[in-house]
């Protein structure tokens, strides 16, 4: 395919998944399950990085290779304040405080991001993205974010 690989779009791009390839090559609609945010340590970065996958994903729809296709957004679970020590589930989403270790504190961040350019874009219409928001389903847990 003639289609760049969004890595390659990215200067230090190092902890990229080859996915691009299979779906590139892939001949039926795919559902493509994107996450990113873990290793990344600042909002202006991950713009940078959802940019180039942006380019990526309106290259594909402008050569209409992937019609059909959907595309998913899964949120990052963040790790909460002392993480090691809870041995039980929190009673309250009020108790989950987001930590900055690991940059875990601008995954929240990260995802009002995504949700703002999902809303703002025909491109994420034409690909009938969503988003998986896991956020809510591992808060209270005290492994929900191990991974």
Not at 16 to 33: G, Q, R, Y
Request: hydrophobic share 30%.
């Amino acid at each position: 395919s003639d289609l760049a690989s969004p890595c390659r779009l990215q200067a230090g791009c190092d902890v990229c998944f080859d996915w691009h390839t299979p779906f590139t090559n892939s001949s039926s609609p795919t559902l493509l399950l994107f996450n990113m945010g873990p290793h990344i340590h600042s909002l202006e970065t991950f713009r940078r990085y959802w940019g180039g996958f942006a380019d990526y994903m309106d290259s594909t729809r402008k050569a209409n290779t992937f019609k059909g296709s959907r595309v998913m957004f899964r949120a990052s679970a963040s790790g909460h304040v002392n993480c090691d020590q809870y041995k039980r589930p929190f009673r309250s989403s009020q108790d989950f405080i987001p930590t900055s270790k690991y940059v875990w504190d601008k995954y929240m961040d990260y995802s009002t991001y995504v949700l703002q350019e999902f809303s703002k874009s025909e491109l994420w219409t034409y690909f009938r993205s969503t988003f998986l928001d896991i956020v809510p389903m591992t808060m209270l847990r005290p492994d929900g974010h191990y991974g």
